[in-house]
């Protein structure tokens, strides 16, 4: 079954220019996807759609089974802050808050009482015990990305967005980081849905999913890590 259904999906912003022409696609449960494709393609208009963050102009989001292009803003506000995880390029992390504290963030905007064990487990497990209370400023980037990857983790979501994510990491944190997104799908069981334009990123997927001029221009399994490492 399919996490995240994406049904003729339109995105027109002012201009006009046509950033989304109909897309329909699946992510199914458990499944790490790379959206690829050239600049200007529609890939972030995808992800921001697909994740709540924007609303597109015909065609409906399906996440869970629950159709999010139905939501009121504060309804789709809550239900994003509840199944969806991100990790942007740029980390995100929120420089006046500790490593713990930006972790612990998305539990707080839920509304749900943060689990001190398991928010230690979840920084054990990404190496970043011993930073939990250190500003992000302090950390490298690989490190500030993983944070960002324990903070989409945290919540439990359905599903997380990655939108280049290894896009301001040298080459040796960026497979740390891949190989951590690997690992969310893999040991956490959950889907992954990655926009990328570095092949090496996406060779860590399962799917590659192309998109050309706001279209589904085709899509092919990758091979694995292991058979790339
Ligand atoms: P990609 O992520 O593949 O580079 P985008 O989704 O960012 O592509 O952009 C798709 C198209 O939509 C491009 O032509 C881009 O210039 C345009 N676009 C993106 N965001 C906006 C916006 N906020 N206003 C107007 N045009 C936009
Ligand atoms: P906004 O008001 O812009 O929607 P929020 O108040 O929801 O932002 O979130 C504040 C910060 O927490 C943002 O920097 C956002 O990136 C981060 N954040 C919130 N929810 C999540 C999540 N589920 N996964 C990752 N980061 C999140």
């Known amino acids: 079954t399919d996490v995240v259904r994406l049904e003729s999906l339109r995105k027109i912003y002012e201009g006009p220019v046509t950033a989304l022409d109909g897309v329909t696609v699946g992510f199914p449960a458990g499944s790490f996807t790379a ?28 996440i869970d089974g629950a159709e999010l292009t139905a939501a009121g803003d504060t309804a789709m506000t809550k239900f994003r802050r509840r199944r969806v995880g991100f990790v942007f390029q740029d980390y995100n992390l929120l420089p006046a808050l ?58 439990e979501p359905a599903v997380i967005f990655a939108d280049e994510p290894t896009g301001a990491l040298d080459l040796r944190s960026a497979r740390e980081v891949l190989t951590l997104l690997r690992s969310v799908v893999d040991d956490h069981r959950r889907t992954v849905v990655m926009v990328t334009h570095d092949p090496v990123a ?11 001029d706001g279209r589904l221009a085709g899509s092919l399994r990758a091979p694995t890590a292991e058979a790339v490492a």
């Open 98 to 155: 500790t490593v713990e504290q930006n972790v612990r963030l998305p539990l707080r905007l839920a509304g749900r009482r943060p689990d001190p064990g398991a928010i230690s487990g979840v920084l054990t497990q990404l190496g970043l015990a011993d930073r939990r209370h250190d500003r992000p400023e302090s950390l490298s980037g690989g490190q500030r990305q993983r944070v960002a990857v324990a903070r989409a983790l945290v919540a």
């Open 35 to 62: 959206v690829m494709g050239p600049s200007g393609s529609g890939k972030s208009t995808l992800l921001q759609c697909a994740a709540g963050l924007d609303r597109p102009t015909a065609g409906r989001v399906f």
């Open 202 to 212: 996406a060779a860590y997927a399962d799917t590659v999913v192309f998109l050309a």
